[in-house]
């Protein structure tokens, strides 16, 4: 059946530019993460969702970063005015139900801010 | 596609060997565990989970052993193939918390030599 996910699969914006990435999950999913992964390192929480309630947004850098999920299905997370630093592979994950079930990755979105 | 892990800990092994990928977990109430692969250019896969009450867990080929006396966790693959060749992440978390954030470890590169 079909995955996470993802979209764009690449993004370059300019600094000070506002994105949306946007995350489909597993059909019948319950639960959907974001998380940001650096080369070479493990994916970084950002937050999470169940249904369309956000119950932790403890990851987000600063208040740049805010993600919906309005409906209990797709989710965005958008970053205003983008900075160079924003720049990261940033991964959407979801969950059979939000207590000790996998998660499953999407592909992710490589945003390049310039 | 994008490179991960450009200067992680490596593991060389032959094809054919058994291979052991351990990981030290940091917080001792966490209750659940998690194994991922992760290939270049994808978002890591889902290998295999236990959770706290066990110490031993076994799928096609993994197993995975937890040792919360010491805060260890260990990925063993049989017969190492060349398919295998990628970077492992271990995962954990605490229920607790908030809900099923896991936190991940920096991960090991398995180089599977012919």
């Known amino acids: 059946g079909a995955g996470v996910s993802q979209s764009p699969r690449y993004k370059v914006t300019k600094r000070g530019q506002d994105v949306a990435l946007r995350c489909d999950p597993i059909?019948?999913?319950?639960?959907l993460y974001w998380y940001r992964q650096a080369l070479g390192q493990g994916p970084e929480f950002l937050t999470y969702?169940?249904?369309?309630?956000?119950?932790?947004k403890s990851g987000l850098p600063n208040d740049r970063f805010s993600a919906e999920r309005p409906e209990g299905s797709i989710s965005t997370l958008t970053i205003q005015r983008t900075e160079q630093r924003d720049s990261a592979m940033y991964r959407c994950?979801?969950?059979?139900?939000?207590?000790?079930?996998?998660?499953?990755f999407g592909n992710g979105t490589r945003l390049t801010v310039t | 596609g994008e490179s991960v892990g450009l200067h992680l800990p490596t593991l060389s092994v032959q094809e054919g060997d058994n291979s052991i990928i351990n990981c030290a977990y940091s917080?001792?109430?966490?209750?659940?565990f998690i194994w991922y692969k992760q290939e270049s250019g994808k978002g890591p896969q889902f290998i295999i989970d236990?959770?706290?009450?066990?110490d031993k867990r076994q799928g096609q080929r993994v197993t995975v052993l937890l040792n919360k006396t010491v805060k260890h966790l260990s990925l063993q693959i049989a017969a190492t193939q060349p398919g295998d060749s990628a970077v492992y992440f271990c995962a954990e978390n605490f229920i607790l918390t908030a809900g099923n954030k896991l936190t991940f470890g920096g991960g090991t590169r398995v180089l599977v030599k012919p």
């Open positions: 994950a979801s969950s059979l139900s939000g207590t000790n079930s996998p998660l499953h």
């Open positions: 917080n001792s109430a966490s209750d659940y």
């Open positions: 059909s019948g999913h319950v639960s």
């Open positions: 969702f169940n249904y369309e309630a956000q119950q932790d």
């Open positions: 236990i959770r706290s009450n066990m």
